[in-house]
């Protein structure tokens, strides 16, 4: 049978309730087998604040319950930037023919795609899932790739690593918009003071 894996790329710095939700709706909206949450090397948009491993420590901290949900490295064990297009044709190429290939991105993303590397190959090789965003309207989003992507009506949060972090940095609490072994990881590495 076919198996249907979304891939969630991200710079997930630090991944937070948003990432697994949004996760966690789509491979059920969208009949996925699993989700296999990707941390970004050295991100081609913008810069992480915390290390690539202490990101993917974060993910695979707020994974490990969930048998449905993985940690990949592989962006991450790759030198200098990926772009999503080489990420996917490795993939491609990896996981073989029973496999399809599911792209989960926020609305932020979608609206953005113009300024990818090549996103009309991107839409070729990979079926593009939409989260809801706020502030990101699917209007905002080129018609040309519209067209080729599935908007999925997943909850409306307000929530960002950058808030997080900001949150972090002025010591008020994380709790609840992290995971619980996220905010320790994050307490005890000292990270985004
Ligand atoms: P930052 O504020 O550092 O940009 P972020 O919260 O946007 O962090 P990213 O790691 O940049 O998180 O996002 C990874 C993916 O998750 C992107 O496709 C982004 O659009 C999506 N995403 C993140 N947070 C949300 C959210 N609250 N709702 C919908 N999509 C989200
Ligand atoms: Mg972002």
Redesign the pocket.
Known sequence: MTKHVGI??????PI?I??LI?GQEIMLQCALNRVVFMPSGEPPL?RSMASAEDRARMVSLAVRDYPEFELSRFELSRPGKSYTIDTLRHLRRDMGEDTEIFL??????AVEMGDWFDPEGVLDLAHVLV????GFERARVDPVFKSKMRFVE?PL???????I?ERVRTKRPISFFVPDAVADYIRTQGLYL
């Open positions: 969630f790329g991200g710079t997930f710095d937070h948003g990432h949004i913008k989960i991105i926020g609305a932020d993303n989260a809801e965003r706020p997943t949060l307000d929530i960002s690593s950058t808030a972090r």
